[in-house]
């Protein structure tokens, strides 16, 4: 969702490189975006002031070449919650003497409240943003405190989940606060930088903090002091090292995010067969003491839940209950001492997750993460934690981390059932599948595919058992990106509905392994043929029902991993053949950070 990035140090001409910031933001999907900069007092004729630029839109090629030099600057980009796209709602908000600049993310739930107050005060809104009433409180309240107590001040008088960054053009400072919505402060030489993700930091430096919930920075060119906002005493801080690779955040060869992330792919599970720690004897222990255990997660992560949970049932035999994040609030009441949440998120910042999480774990249940993001909301707040190794994800659509965490949980479910060398084998097996199906016969093949079904208006894709959920992340990939309606259907529910909409050449995409529900998934394809269906196979078996087929190995359990990554391939080609742009889907942002 929103991005913020900022700026202060020994560089002289910095709105570009707040830009340069935004725009390795606008993966988080935005709809506006803003620059504002503290003009250097070197330039007599522009004096100290505050100088901004704030457009609809895309970045594109846009520039801020009209912004004076400056060594201070901050800069957004917009996800519209509280009033329309337009050019006032965009970031940064100053006050009313224009001498403060304001950006955040989150929403102000009081600001109706705050809102009337200082329009009694006499102060003059320009948006309808809940963000510009902070500004203005922050003007109110700097009358009569310094920069630093007003700002804490005003954090404090905001209710809900908000992060905020302001500069001021007398002071030389950033100042930034968080509670829910995430902050990274990135160190420099002389130098320091401040973002929403740390995935804007890596071409600057590696070296971050993460501000923790209730944490106020105070950044100047060549010291951070962070203060907790409700003792307002400083606290200390350790820094970190970020573990991904600066080639992670570059698009190399490729035309587009999402296809480099799918083949990313092969070497992430490859990395998980030989690498993971899921089979430590924490972990196992963690997971055989508890009496209730919930895999929690939103979107693609929530099918991974249902995944795991069919791996977890099948290979270890162990029941788990699999909940969906923004759902998981009415399951609190069973939560105890004696529960484990495994909580799975790319991002690590869901809010529909990280809340009821936190909820759990208020009642003392024990938290374990799988999580991409290293030093994220989920990845500080869980008592043990494992780090996907998906490396950066920056399409819209989760693929590579979607990969990651079933990879971890197949190894997990082989790992408790004393048979990890076995889950390791599949994977390797399946990293051997992957790597087939990217050869461009094959992708020959679903471009085929892709072409011939683009025009159509609705897609099915039906699985059984472990492939119903990879039935349903096949139909998100298509739907988001593509727009073109898709529906993951257990294959045995056809018949109690969704058959009633299969007629002539209706594409029924068939998830179809080689294992004890074969023979009925595919009477359910033939059912789907009787009606006009064209039926897709994705299976290792080529069976007459098919009348497009697409391989993929057959390798137990693992199965599941191809299968997911030829759908992934057909929902890319899908919007390659509209025209759309995979990366960026309408409406939809990378990070969901509020509710
Ligand atoms: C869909 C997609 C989303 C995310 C969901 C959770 O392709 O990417 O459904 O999976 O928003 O995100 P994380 O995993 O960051 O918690």
Redesign the pocket.
């Known amino acids: 969702m929103c991005g913020v990035f900022g700026y202060i140090g020994n560089k002289t001409n910095i709105a570009p490189l707040v830009l340069e910031g935004l725009k390795s933001l606008e993966y988080r999907g935005y709809d506006s975006w803003g620059v504002a900069v503290v003009a250097l007092n070197l330039q007599p004729e522009i004096k100290n002031k505050i100088y901004f630029k704030k457009r609809i839109g895309k970045i594109g090629g846009a520039n801020v070449d009209s912004l004076p030099a400056g060594s201070l600057a901050i800069g957004h980009t917009r996800w519209a919650t509280h009033g329309g796209v337009t050019r006032e709602n965009a970031h940064p908000h100053l006050d009313c003497t224009e001498s403060i600049a304001l950006i955040h993310n989150g929403i102000v739930e009081n600001y109706i409240d705050l809102k009337k107050e200082l329009l009694a005060g006499n102060h003059v809104f320009k948006s309808e943003t809940d963000t510009e009433v902070i500004v203005h409180l922050l003007e109110e309240n700097s009358r009569k405190l310094s920069f630093e107590e007003a700002f804490l001040k005003t954090f404090n008088q905001l209710e809900g989940l908000n992060a905020i960054v302001a500069i001021d053009k007398k002071e030389r400072v950033i100042l930034a606060a968080r509670k829910g919505s995430p902050l990274v402060i990135g160190f420099g030489k002389n130098e320091h930088f401040i973002a929403s993700d740390p995935s804007a930091l890596l071409p600057f430096t590696k070296d971050v903090y993460f501000l923790e919930d209730d944490q106020m920075a105070i950044i100047k060119d060549d010291s951070v002091k962070i203060i907790n906002i409700n003792s307002a005493k400083e606290v200390k801080f350790l820094k970190q090292m970020l573990d991904w690779d600066v080639s992670s955040a570059e698009i190399g060869e490729f035309e587009h995010f999402m296809i480099k992330e799918i083949y990313d792919q092969p070497a992430v599970i490859h990395d998980i067969a030989n690498n993971a720690i899921v089979g430590s004897d924490n972990i196992l222990s963690l997971i055989n003491e508890a009496e209730d255990i919930y895999l929690v997660?939103?979107?693609?992560?929530s099918y991974a839940c249902l995944v795991g949970k069919a791996l977890f049932s099948k290979i270890a035999k162990k029941q788990v209950h699999a909940a969906i994040g923004s759902e998981f609030e009415d399951q609190l009441k069973f939560i105890n001492k004696k529960s484990l949440i495994i909580a799975?998120?790319?991002?690590?910042?869901?809010i529909d997750?990280l809340e009821p999480v936190r909820k759990a774990q208020q009642k003392g249940a024990k938290i374990l993460a799988f999580v991409n993001v290293l030093g994220s909301s989920l990845f500080r707040m869980a008592d043990e934690k494992i780090l996907i190794g998906a490396g950066l994800e920056k399409a819209?659509?989760?693929t590579k981390?979607?990969i990651g965490k079933i990879s971890h949980l197949l190894l997990l479910a082989y790992a408790l059932d004393k048979r990890k060398s076995q889950g390791q084998r599949l994977l390797l097996e399946a990293v051997e599948s992957i790597r087939i199906i990217l050869q461009e016969k094959n992708l020959k093949n679903i471009k085929k595919l892709a072409h011939k079904i683009s025009n159509e208006k609705d897609i099915f894709v039906i699985g059984r058992g472990l492939y119903f959920p990879a039935s349903l992340e096949a139909a998100?990939?298509i739907k988001?990106i593509s727009y073109i309606h898709a529906e993951g259907v257990a294959a045995g529910e056809l018949k109690h509905g969704p058959l009633a909409l299969v007629e002539k050449d209706t594409p029924c995409i068939v998830l179809l392994p080689d294992d004890e529900t074969t023979a009925l998934t595919l009477a359910n394809a033939m059912e789907m043929k009787a009606r006009g269906g064209y039926i897709i196979g994705i299976s290792s078996i080529n069976h007459g029902v098919f009348d497009f087929y697409l391989p993929i190995a057959n390798i137990g359990e693992a199965s599941v991993l191809p299968m997911v990554v030829v759908s992934q391939l057909l929902a890319y080609y899908l919007t390659l053949e509209k025209k759309l742009d995979p990366d960026k889907p309408r409406n939809l942002a990378?990070?969901?950070t509020v509710r």
């Open positions: 997660g939103c979107g693609t992560a799975l998120s790319q991002s690590g910042e869901t997750l819209v659509a989760s981390a979607f998100l990939k988001e990378k990070s969901v």
